[in-house]
């Protein structure tokens, strides 16, 4: 019991467990599953397809950041790869209904967020520029490349391979959720079966002391950014294919932050170094669980950004170990004054407190 | 105008101890600090100097013991507490801020009002007069970071008089100062000595603690060695107290030094007129199969800065390497580990181990590097890395999964040593390895390293403890103010030997 707490997954994963349990709790349908034509539909099963643009953007985000980085371009990119793979479906010469066409599209789409994935990474690893600069240009001048490839219009497409990335379903769950599952386990498989990982958590440790074990660092870094723009290449196609439309201003937009919290609700330290995966996919899904409760209580619009930012401080406490701490000391002076309403003389609890304390 | 012991002390500090984890960085030190004083507190890295400058301006607490300042007893919880004490600190990096006008900075905290808040012109005169009283005539309204490391320093001098420091503590104040400026800052400071303010100063420059000190304190390992009168301590004595006898049985290795090393083939190092502008003046190194080649001179002597220029951590902009006897160029560590060379830092917390990962993976890490990361060290080689190396250095405790970050220092410099290892090179460079840790693990080392040197690794050698300079290696270059100033057989030499020529010897002159 004792090292389950002590499991650096413990907290996240009470917290996401608290969230559901609250909302099944209030709303008993929350926890309903249905079955139709052979598929699973209910609130959790739109958790999972839903979650998918978030998994892969946190998932990028997760490797900067233990990097001791931090990729703010991740919305623009989300932005211009879903304006470029809509508009080669939506270009006149093109069978927006052939997965031929849809294909190549998301290939070039990937292939441009992958590009400028690794332009961030040339800014940080080679220039020595600070992440959170070097990210900003591309956050800021990302979406006005994506209103130039779309003519500042929302190009809208009816594409049937499209529409099935985002809600199609693949034997009983939604397809979205396997592409997510995929890329956490492909990167997972590179990042833990590889040296990567290790080598990723070394240069966000110390990157003195990696640099003269002769750990090729600039590349780790380089790798980590590429890794992140991809990733909300594929993010961005996802979102697109959900709202069947490549929208500049919406397309990700705020998603670099909620990126950052997942990661950091899944015990990722901003500061870099250790990260976890599995971690980043708690994190996310509990985003995802706090945005489908605000839906589900019927939570006011207006209300929605204060209830959110209360969960999220409730969760982030929860987590904190100082809050941990302050707990253990509370439920040892509850202990000690109860003994020492008995026999015990009343000082003696608050020995061994102090050394708490300290 | 040396200072009278009669003087009753301003500050005194009685048994102070503290311990970190693993390690008692200050036991039971006394020291006295009287007004009107030069006081210098010397000791190599690790000594304790600066945790006892911390405890004294509140940057640390102590675990025990006694702050007397003026006859009351203080406790520091903060540097605030210090500072409303009079204790005021000028730091080698100036802890000002550069943004703001000399001015500014002078009366921060401090500024005159009228009846609109701050009256700036007040301030700036005020600033004029206390700079004025430092033989300064600055104009108060530029910018701080126009003004050089030097001026600055002054500055702060002039900021700490604002507080009304009965105390100034200069940490290092003269590490970037050319000659011109430490003379000018060390008028001020004979001024501010003869108005009765006590000063502690903190040097690793010898000729400037004999300039500037009446008094000094010499620590070593955590504990006071002794405290003198500059007319009482020559140079070699000091360098001795400094360095310390070490009485440890080591008989199994003493005669590492004297082995003969066969000079004929091409050293697996030689570097030639080596150096780096205003880092380093040209050195020649040269490094022969299984030889250990000790670097021998205090701290900041260019001993560490000659090293990292051999292995490319720093670029060197003169000299030339051979390795092999072949013509090599060493631009960054990698290039220097690919080509069979090894580098240990001084500098173990910010430049040896990676905290939060575990002993093992630390253990692995020069290893992983040097193969990539497309080529993970397969889990049975590593597993048998890990045994054979916690085993053969005895790391404690002997489980590699736990974070070498709760390792106590002498064993995180074990795995230090075992990741160099690991990655079989030729020549292995130690800065240090056997600082602050202790007796046992300094042994296990040092056996080590023998054991290694006799078996064909190069090895070169640094420590402050020149004995264990002359029991391993069979030749020592020696270093002072980062020049090199000579090389001795080690067998042609005792530790007084040793000791005199880093003290006193003139470059060029010939060992005894």
């Known amino acids: 019991m004792k090292s389950l707490v002590k499991h650096r997954l413990f907290w996240p994963s009470a917290a996401l467990v608290t969230l559901l349990v609250v909302n099944v709790v209030a709303n008993p349908n929350f926890a309903k599953i249905t079955v139709r034509d052979g598929q699973l539909y209910g609130a959790l099963i739109d958790i999972l397809r839903q979650s998918a643009p978030l998994m892969l953007v946190a998932l990028g985000m997760t490797l900067v950041i233990a990097t001791r980085g931090i990729d703010l371009s991740v919305g623009a990119v989300m932005a211009v790869s879903g304006a470029v793979a809509l508009t080669i479906i939506d270009s006149p010469s093109s069978n927006p209904n052939s997965w031929g066409t849809v294909l190549i599209a998301i290939l070039v789409a990937v292939l441009v967020a992958l590009v400028l994935g690794a332009w961030n990474g040339f800014l940080v690893s080679v220039l020595g520029i600070q992440p959170i600069i070097a990210t900003l240009v591309l956050m800021l001048a990302g979406r006005g490349a994506a209103l130039l490839i779309t003519d500042g219009f929302i190009t809208t497409v009816n594409s049937d391979p499209l529409s099935f990335i985002a809600s199609g379903y693949l034997l009983i769950l939604p397809f979205a959720f396997f592409v997510w599952l995929a890329f956490v386990i492909i990167v997972g498989v590179i990042e833990r079966r590889t040296a990567l990982g290790m080598l990723t958590e070394a240069v966000g440790i110390n990157p003195e002391a990696s640099r003269l074990a002769g750990v090729r660092s600039r590349g780790i870094i380089w790798t980590a950014y590429i890794a992140s723009g991809t990733l909300a290449g594929i993010a961005g196609i996802i979102y697109a294919a959900n709202i069947k439309a490549a929208d500049a201003n919406a397309a990700g937009y705020l998603i670099e932050l909620y990126a950052i919290l997942a990661v950091v609700l899944g015990g990722t330290s901003l500061m870099g170094g250790k990260f976890s995966i599995a971690g980043t996919v708690i994190g996310v899904l509990t985003v995802q669980a706090l945005d489908s409760t605000i839906l589900f209580l019927g939570v006011p619009p207006a209300q929605s950004p204060v209830f959110f930012a209360v969960v999220v401080i409730l969760v982030v406490l929860v987590q904190a170990p100082r809050v941990h701490r302050w707990g253990r000391s509370v439920a040892a002076r509850f202990r000690g004054s109860n003994r020492g309403g008995k026999d015990d003389p009343p000082l003696e609890p608050a020995q061994p407190q102090k050394e708490v304390v300290r | ?512």
């Open chain 2, 1 to 512: 105008m040396p200072a009278d012991t009669d003087v009753p002390p301003l500050v005194e500090m009685r048994g102070i101890t503290i311990a970190f984890p693993g390690v008692l960085a200050l036991d039971h030190v006394d020291f006295f600090l009287r007004p009107g004083e030069v006081h210098s507190l010397m000791g190599e890295n690790g000594a304790g100097k600066s945790t006892l400058i911390k405890a004294l301006t509140g940057v640390y607490t102590i675990d025990s013991g006694s702050i007397h300042v003026a006859g009351d007893e203080r406790s520091f919880e903060t540097t605030a507490d210090a500072q409303d004490a009079g204790i005021s600190t000028v730091y080698q990096e100036v802890n000002l801020c550069a943004n703001l006008s000399v001015g500014e900075n002078v009366m921060l905290g401090h500024e005159p009002r009228g009846l609109a808040g701050i009256d700036w012109k007040a301030v700036h005169v005020e600033a004029a007069q206390h700079l004025a009283s430092l033989g300064l005539d600055l104009d108060t309204r530029s910018t701080l970071s126009a003004h050089s490391i030097a001026i600055q320093q002054l500055v702060a001098i002039a900021r700490a008089m604002v507080l009304d420091a009965k105390v100034l503590i200069l940490d290092e104040p003269t590490s970037s100062l050319d000659r011109g400026e430490v003379e000018q800052l060390f008028s001020v400071i004979r001024d501010l000595r003869d108005k009765g303010v006590a000063i502690l100063f903190v040097s690793h420059f010898l000729d400037q603690v004999y300039e500037i000190s009446d008094r000094i304190t010499v620590l070593r390992n955590g504990q006071l060695v002794g405290e003198h009168l500059i007319a009482d301590l020559p140079r070699d004595a000091l360098v001795t107290e400094m360095i310390g006898r070490e009485l440890t049985d080591l008989a199994a290795i003493a005669d590492a030094g004297d082995r003969e090393i066969d000079r004929s083939g091409a050293p697996v190092l030689s570097a030639q007129g080596m150096g780096r502008k205003g880092v380093l003046e040209p050195a020649d190194v040269s490094v022969y199969d299984g030889e250990v080649v000790g670097i021998a001179g205090l701290l900041g002597s260019g001993r560490t800065e000659l090293v990292r220029l051999l292995y490319g951590a720093d670029r060197a902009d003169s000299g030339s390497l051979e390795l092999d006897g072949e013509a090599a160029r060493v631009h960054n560590p990698r290039q220097a580990m690919a080509q069979g060379m090894a580098f240990s830092s001084e500098n173990r917390r910010a430049e040896g181990v990676v905290s939060d990962l575990t002993v093992a993976e630390n253990m692995i890490l020069g290893l992983q590097a040097q193969r990539g990361w497309l080529k993970p060290i397969p889990k049975a080689e590593r597993d048998s890395i890990v045994s054979e190396y916690m085993t053969a250095l005895g790391v404690r405790p002997s489980d590699p999964t736990i974070p070498i970050g709760n390792l106590s220092g002498g064993n995180q410099q074990k795995v230090l040593l075992a990741r160099w290892l690991a990655t079989a090179p030729e020549l292995l460079i130690l800065d240090e390895p056997t600082r602050g840790i202790d007796v046992g693990a300094k042994a296990d080392i040092q056996r080590k390293v023998a054991e290694l040197s006799e078996q064909g690794l190069s090895v070169i050698f640094i420590s402050s403890e020149l004995e264990e300079v002359l029991r391993l290696a069979q030749r020592v270059i020696v270093m002072r103010d980062r020049r090199q100033i000579g090389e001795l057989d080690s067998s042609d030499v005792d530790l007084d030997g040793l000791i005199d020529y880093i003290a006193n010897t003139q470059e060029g002159s010939v060992a005894k």
